[in-house]
């Protein structure tokens, strides 16, 4: 048969509680019931399926809800929405259980090895998934932190009291602030991909450069550097 409902649950480890993350199927107000799943404890035989599932690492199921021995408030709210089987099973990242899946049928007597194994197989898969979700979240988290830095980085150089100039390994200028361009009366531009001084006062907009081929502070870098 079809699962009547699912839901993952994610650890909280400063409240010590799980979460319900997302859920799918016919909830009914069961998770909102059920909100204040602890962790505080270790687990016993009135712990529901997901508290023990964390705390062993391995699939915890009830076959027959209602015989159960877990807590009675547990017992009645989900079989007052007409679940009659449960599981849980530990969602791992690198090890470290980081929450479960949830999952609970009409049918009492439905989780068999057979069935537990093809779900820890689908576990498995939801991983990958989730950790490949991770990833790409914390790739663009970094680039927007990287762009937010460079920004910064740009804001601070031109509007810097000191005349900034970077050359590369061949003398080349790389950067020019807004400082250097009136300490020097010159701006640096683009000539292909090459930075080039241009005279301020140009009225042509003729390129600035040195009788020797290089831009003029490139040739002070060169007599620095000796």
């Not at 969602?91 to 049918?107: C, D, Q, W």
């Not at 200028?173 to 930075?195: C, D, K, L, Y």
Request: net charge neutral; hydrophobic share 40%.
């Amino acid at each position: 048969g079809q699962y009547r409902m699912a839901w993952v649950g994610l650890v909280d480890p400063k409240q010590e509680h799980i979460i319900p993350a997302a859920w799918a199927g016919e909830e009914w107000g069961y998770l909102a019931a059920i909100h204040n799943i602890s962790l505080q404890n270790p687990p016993n035989n009135t712990s529901v399926p997901a508290v023990r599932a964390i705390f062993t690492g391995q699939p915890a199921y009830d076959n027959r809800i209602e015989n159960s021995n877990v807590s009675q408030h547990w017992q009645q709210e989900a079989t007052r929405r007409g679940y009659h089987s449960a599981i849980a099973l530990p969602l791992r990242k690198n090890n470290n259980i980081f929450g479960t899946l949830n999952l609970y049928m009409g049918e009492a007597n439905f989780f068999t090895p057979n069935e537990i194994r093809l779900l820890l197989e689908l576990c498995g898969i939801l991983e990958h998934t989730l950790g490949t979700i991770e990833m790409n979240t914390i790739q663009l988290h970094t680039e927007m932190m990287l762009k937010h830095t460079r920004e910064r980085l740009d804001f601070h150089l031109q509007n810097s009291p000191l005349a900034v100039i970077e050359l590369d390994h061949e003398l080349k200028i790389t950067t020019w602030s807004g400082q250097a361009e009136r300490t020097f009366h010159r701006r640096a531009v683009m000539q292909g991909n090459v930075p080039v001084e241009a005279d301020l006062d140009a009225r042509e907009g003729r390129v600035h450069r040195d009788a020797g081929g290089g831009t003029g502070i490139a040739q002070i870098a060169r007599k620095c550097s000796r």
